[in-house]
Structure formats: structure tokens, C-alpha cells
């Protein structure tokens, strides 16, 4: 079969690495790609949400899969330009549109929520018509304050804030387009105090089976200071999601919000993120996405021992009742490498060296190009290091030491993945 892979990132190029290997993938193309996935596969240089392209691509090359990595094209309808044209035949990893709200709406996602009993924080959805409700739920509520664009914001959308006048400035300013139309409407948050960690589930809408779960970094600074960004890195497995958590989880989160998703006759194919955190040993749902995380898929994927592709026609064909996943006892710790400034204002175009050619560790590309056959930095996150063992903080440490062996200007990475668990 060949298998048509949207994305340009970390996540896209491990998603590669992992469908490349099955032998149920005869020819892997990836749109646009990276320098890492052209070694995996035929780069095809077509925009995510150029649906046109994407689908002239799929006729001229007979394709027979399409996995969809990011989360704008599957929030602008990629899916069902597939599912309302010649090209239904198509088996389309990625929800529909209307399924996709459940990432590109945090209100509609915290309204799902509710409807179906997933533990959650307390909330409250603002519009500009509504700031003076919004500033009264404030005043109700202790610090800090949490603050979430309603739609995507490039993991950037949402604000921890310690003073309620501060708060209050965010909330207007956000409502005034802070993150353009994304926080046309705001959710103000309780905040819940505890330890996150995220669990993926691949469904096709009415069961489902666990991938590895993991525990990603989001700030920018060691000892989780500093601005979120896209992520700094990943550990799976997480310690403390043993399995009475992990029952839990299943019991509490996983079976209602995939009951929620038949229920609502949900056109659903493909991966629910969970973003959960532990308050006392409870866990509760901070934020639900549609597709796989980065850099966690960067962490998860060498922990899969299963066919990924073989798993992924399941999803497709509606056959995953009954399959069980395996993963390796071995964990995995990824360490991602941005560019000097990030997640600020950056240079691009800066040369990559020392990229090890071989050994046990991946490099997976996150933002490179090509400049004359030389490889160069194209964003914040440049690189993510991934490697396993037995011992995560070995794993840890051994990714640090390939990164510490790459080279670019202002290249900069936390040394502290891990440390807190």
C-alpha cells in the first residue's frame, strides 16, 4: 500500500520512521516533509492545507492511506474533502472537521466534557459581549489564573497567571486578539495542581487501543520556568502512571470520551490525545487533541512494538475490537533542541553539523531545511533527540550527550527532562 503522510515536523518525521518500517507500507510519500523524513520516504512539496494538491497527489500516485500529523488540517476538513469526493475510498487516519472541535474548541471540548462525565476543571466561556461575567469568575476564583484561547494557538494559547489585575489585563487583551481570532472567545480555568502527563488512544470511533503514554515539558526554562512552548521534551514511560492510574484513566476518561464520540455519531478515525494531570492520585482532563503530540510521539513510538501501519488499517476498517498493543520494557526520553530566542523571535537559516550517522540514539528533524546541500535551522524547535534504555535517566543522559554533540548558533535544550520524577 502507499501511504501519504501530511506534516513537516518531529512528530512527522518519527511517524515516518515507524510507518517506513512495516511491510505493509510499499512506498511512503510525505507532504512537505523534512531532511529527515527524504531519507525515509519521497518528500512532496505540497502545503498541509492544500487540500487540492494533496488530493491531485493521491489520484496521480494511486494512494491508499493518508495519515494527517498536524492538527490545522484536520480542524479545516481535510477528512471530509476525502469522505465527499472521488477519493472516499481513501482510508483517511484523522477525524472529520466537526470531530476535530474536540482540539480546535476548548469551550466545545470542556462542554463535551461535562455532557459526558470526564473529570475536568471548572470553567467558564468568555466572548468580548461577556468580559464582565468573565472578570466576576475571577474575583471568585483563588490564583493562579488560567486562560485558554478557545481555538488553536500553536500550543501557545494558554496563560498561567499569579495576579488576579493581571488576569484581568490578559483576558482583555485576549478578547482583543492577543491570539487573533483563536481567543475571540476565552475558557478561564480553576487550576488544577498536580503532575501532567498525556495517553493516546488510536480509535475508530467506537473502540480503541493505548499507545505508550508519556510526559512532556512544555516551558521553555529548566525547573519548568519560563514561557509553554511547543514542547522540550518527553519521557515515556511515566512512573507514576502505574497501573491502578492507568485503570483510572480508563475507567474514568478513555470509555466516556470515546462513549461521547459514538454517541455524538462522530466521523472519528485515528488518535485522541489525552493531556491529563494527576491532582492526589485522580486524574483529570486538561485538554483533549486530535492527532498524535509533539515531541511524545518522538518518546512513544520506539516504545511500540506493533505494526504501525497494520494497526492503522484496523482504525480504518473498523476492526480494533479485540487487538492488544504491545510496548518495549525499554524507556525512551527525548530531548528537544531549538533555535537561540525561542519560543520568541529566532534566526532561521543557521548551520546544523554533527548529527550522528548511525548509533542507537534518533534524531528525529523538527525544523531543518536544506540551503546548497547544507542542513540549516527553519524554526524553534530544530531537533529532537531520542534515545532508550532500561533506565530512563540513562536514556536522558545519553540523549544529552548526542545533543551536546550537534552543532549550530544559539542552539539550546533543557537538561533537566526527567529530573522530577
Known amino acids: 500500500m502507499k ?15 515507524k510507518i517506513s518500517q512495516s511491510p505493509l507500507c510499499t512506498f511512503l510519500f510525505i507532504a512537505p516533509g523534512n531532511p529527515g523524513t527524504a531519507a525515509l520516504g519521497t518528500n512532496v512539496n505540497i502545503d498541509p492545507t492544500d487540500f487540492a494538491g494533496i488530493a491531485d497527489l493521491c489520484r496521480k500516485e494511486d494512494i491508499g492511506m493518508v495519515v494527517v500529523g498536524p492538527e490545522a488540517p484536520l480542524v479545516l476538513g481535510i477528512t471530509d474533502t476525502f469522505r465527499n469526493s472521488d477519493l472516499a475510498h481513501i482510508k483517511v487516519i484523522g477525524p472529520s472537521a466537526s470531530a476535530s472541535r474536540l482540539e480546535g474548541s476548548k469551550a466545545f471540548a470542556k462542554r463535551f ?58 483576558l482583555r487583551a485576549m ?60 519521557v515515556s514511560p511515566v512512573p507514576f502512571a502505574d497501573s491502578a492510574m492507568m485503570a483510572k484513566v480508563t475507567k474514568k476518561i478513555v470509555e466516556p470520551t470515546i462513549r461521547g464520540i459514538e454517541d ?107 540551503s546548497n546541500e547544507q542542513l540549516v535551522t527553519n524554526g524553534g524547535r530544530v531537533l529532537a533527540v531520542t534515545t532508550t534504555d532500561m533506565d530512563f535517566r540513562k536514556a536522558v543522559q545519553r540523549s544529552l550527550e548526542t545533543a551536546d554533540r550537534i552543532t549550530y548558533e544559539g542552539k539550546y535544550y533543557r537538561r533537566d527532562i526527567g529530573n522530577d520524577l
Open 113 to 170: 466534557m461535562r455532557k459526558y462525565q470526564v473529570p475536568t476543571a471548572g470553567y467558564l466561556e468568555v466572548t468580548a459581549a461577556s468580559v464582565e461575567e468573565g472578570i466576576a469568575f475571577l474575583h471568585q476564583m483563588d490564583p493562579p489564573y488560567v486562560l485558554k484561547a478557545d481555538g488553536l494557538a500553536a500550543g501557545k494559547g494558554v496563560l498561567i497567571i499569579p495576579d488576579r489585575e493581571e488576569a484581568v489585563t490578559q
Open 264 to 370: 455524538e455519531g462522530m466521523d472519528y478515525t485515528g488518535f485522541v490525545f489525552f493531556g491529563l494531570i494527576s491532582v492526589k492520585g485522580e486524574p483529570y482532563v486538561i485538554e483533549y487533541n486530535c492527532r498524535l503530540g509533539d515531541p511524545e510521539t518522538e518518546a512513544i513510538l520506539p516504545r511500540l512494538e506493533d505494526d504501525l501501519v497494520s494497526l492503522l488499517l484496523a482504525a480504518a476498517d473498523g476492526k480494533l475490537s479485540g487487538l492488544k498493543t504491545t510496548f518495549s520494557p525499554f524507556a525512551s526520553a527525548t530531548v528537544v533542541m531549538v533555535s537561540g530566542g525561542y519560543p520568541g523571535d529566532y534566526r532561521k537559516g543557521l548551520p546544523v553539523s554533527g548529527i550522528p550517522a548511525d548509533g542507537d540514539t534518533l534524531v528525529f528533524h523538527a525544523g531543518t531545511s536544506l
Open 175 to 234: 478578547l482583543d486578539g492577543m491570539f487573533g481570532t483563536a481567543s475571540e472567545k476565552v475558557v478561564i480555568e480553576e487550576f488544577l495542581d498536580g503532575t501532567e502527563f498525556s495517553v493516546f488512544a488510536l480509535t475508530d470511533g467506537h473502540t480503541w487501543v493505548l499507545l505508550p503514554e508519556a510526559k512532556d515539558y512544555k516551558r521553555i526554562g529548566e525547573k519548568d520556568t519560563g514561557p509553554n512552548t511547543g514542547g522540550m521534551g518527553a
Open 3 to 17: 501511504i501519504l503522510l501530511i506534516g513537516s515536523g518531529g512528530r512527522e518525521h518519527a511517524l515516518a520512521w
